[in-house]
C-alpha cells in the first residue's frame, strides 16, 4: 500500500512537470510575422451555441491572423466554457525584434507585458495590436487546436466575438474594439475555424 502511494505520488509529479515546464517560445527572424488586422463585422445578435448551462449569442462576425504571445490554462471562473486564454499580437506585436524587449503573462483571464527600461514601440500601439482572447471552441477538433498552441506560432481563427450568459449570473460580454484596456477588454471569441502554423525560426537570443 505505501509503495502505491509512492508511485501515484510521484507519477503526479512527473504529469505536473510535463504540464508547467513548457520549451521556450518559438522565435523568429525580426520582422512582423503576421501584419495584417482583425476582420470585424457587426451581424444581427444571434444565439450560436448552448453549451452546458451557457447561451452563446453572436454580435459580430470576427476573422484573425496573428501570433501567439501566450497561453493560459483556466480551472475556474467560465473554464468549463472556456479552458484556454490566448494572448494574441499582429502588425508590430508581431515582431520578434519588438517582444524580445517584453515579458508577457497571463493570469486571472488578464494578458500582461512589461518591459525593462523604455517600451519598444509606443505603448497605444501595443494595445491596438494585441488581444486577449477568452476561446470557446465550437467543436472537438477546434477544442483539440486551441488545446496544443504555442507561443511564437502564428494561428488563423474565424468565429464570432459573442456575448454569454450563464448559471448564477455569470455573464462576459465582449469587446468589440482593439483599443480599450482592463475589465471587459478581452474578446469573448466563438471560435468555428482554425490553423496553427509553425513559423521559420530564428536561433538569435533573446534579450529576456
Not at 62 to 91: C, E, F, M, Q
Not at 130 to 138: D, F, Q, V
Amino acid at each position: 500500500m505505501r509503495r502505491l502511494l509512492s508511485f501515484c505520488i510521484l507519477a503526479a509529479l512527473v504529469w505536473g512537470l510535463i504540464f508547467w515546464v513548457r520549451e521556450p517560445a518559438i522565435r523568429t527572424a525580426p520582422g512582423a510575422v503576421t501584419p495584417d488586422e482583425p476582420l470585424q463585422e457587426s451581424c444581427p445578435a444571434q444565439v450560436v451555441a448552448k453549451i452546458q448551462d451557457y447561451t452563446v449569442t453572436a454580435v459580430a462576425t470576427y476573422t484573425i491572423r496573428a501570433r501567439v504571445l501566450h497561453t493560459k490554462r483556466y480551472w475556474a471562473n467560465g473554464s468549463d466554457l472556456a479552458p484556454y486564454d490566448v494572448a494574441l499580437g499582429w502588425g508590430r506585436m508581431s515582431d520578434q525584434s519588438v517582444l524580445d524587449h517584453l515579458e508577457i503573462s497571463q493570469g486571472n483571464r488578464f494578458y500582461f507585458y512589461q518591459w525593462q527600461t523604455a517600451p519598444p514601440i509606443p505603448q497605444n500601439e501595443m494595445v491596438c495590436h494585441s488581444s486577449n482572447n477568452h476561446l470557446i471552441a465550437a467543436n472537438s477538433d477546434v477544442k483539440h487546436v486551441i488545446s496544443g498552441l504555442y507561443p511564437g506560432e502564428i494561428v488563423t481563427m474565424k468565429g464570432y466575438l459573442a456575448n454569454v450568459s450563464g448559471p448564477n449570473g455569470f455573464y462576459w460580454n465582449t469587446s468589440l474594439t482593439r483599443t480599450d484596456t482592463g475589465r471587459g477588454a478581452c474578446e469573448v471569441f466563438y471560435v468555428v475555424g482554425i490553423k496553427a502554423e509553425r513559423p521559420v525560426e530564428s536561433s538569435a537570443p533573446g534579450a529576456w
